[in-house]
């Protein structure tokens, strides 16, 4: 099986590439980027989810890919969460549980509450970072 030589991968890349930029053609400038390569599997909730994750400055710490790895993540403790770790979740991995966490924060830690986000917001955030965990 060839499935996996170096040019089928790149082509695979570049066909995700288009496909992630055609999903955002028409809405607003605001999540361009690397964050675009993410796999949204066709939802349009989970597309809305990783603009507002981008727009709202999540990635700064989190990351593009919400890997925990954002410029700002590295001198905290504790780090970032990496979303796709569903064991280092402390307070839940379901959407209703990871929109609470965007609401309340973890207290005592950088993670802030965003309270200012609207809960509809909030929870198509939540399906992103849900959509992220393996
Ligand atoms: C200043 C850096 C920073 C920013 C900005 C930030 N976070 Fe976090 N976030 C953290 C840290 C640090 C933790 C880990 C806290 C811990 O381990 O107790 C965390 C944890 C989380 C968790 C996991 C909670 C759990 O159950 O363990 C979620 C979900 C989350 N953040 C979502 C977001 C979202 C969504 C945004 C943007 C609206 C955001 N974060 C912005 C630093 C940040």
């Given at each position: 099986?060839?499935?996996?030589?170096?040019?089928?991968?790149?082509?695979?890349?570049?066909?995700?590439?288009?496909?992630?930029?055609?999903?955002?053609?028409?809405?607003?400038?605001?999540?361009?980027?690397?964050?675009?390569?993410?796999?949204?599997?066709?939802?349009?909730?989970?597309?809305?989810?990783?603009?507002?994750?981008?727009?709202?400055?999540?990635?700064?710490?989190?990351?593009?890919?919400g890997?925990?790895?954002?410029?700002?993540?590295?001198?905290?403790?504790?780090?970032?969460?990496?979303f796709?770790?569903?064991?280092?979740?402390?307070?839940?991995?379901?959407?209703?549980?990871?929109?609470?966490?965007?609401?309340?924060?973890?207290?005592?830690?950088?993670?802030?509450?965003?309270?200012?986000?609207?809960?509809?917001?909030?929870?198509?955030?939540?399906?992103?970072?849900?959509?992220l965990?393996?």
């Amino acid at each position: 099986m060839n499935l996996f030589k170096k040019e089928n991968l790149i082509i695979a890349i570049a066909i995700m590439a288009i496909f992630s930029l055609a999903t955002f053609c028409g809405g607003d400038k605001g999540a361009e980027g690397d964050s675009a390569t993410a796999e949204t599997s066709g939802d349009p909730d989970i597309a809305k989810g990783m603009e507002l994750y981008a727009n709202n400055g999540c990635a700064g710490c989190h990351g593009d890919s919400g890997l925990g790895d954002g410029p700002a993540g590295s001198a905290l403790n504790p780090k970032p969460r990496d979303f796709s770790m569903t064991a280092d979740y402390k307070q839940g991995t379901s959407a209703d549980e990871v929109a609470a966490s965007i609401e309340k924060g973890v207290p005592g830690t950088p993670m802030i509450g965003y309270a200012a986000i609207s809960p509809e917001d909030r929870m198509l955030i939540a399906k992103y970072i849900v959509s992220l965990q393996k």
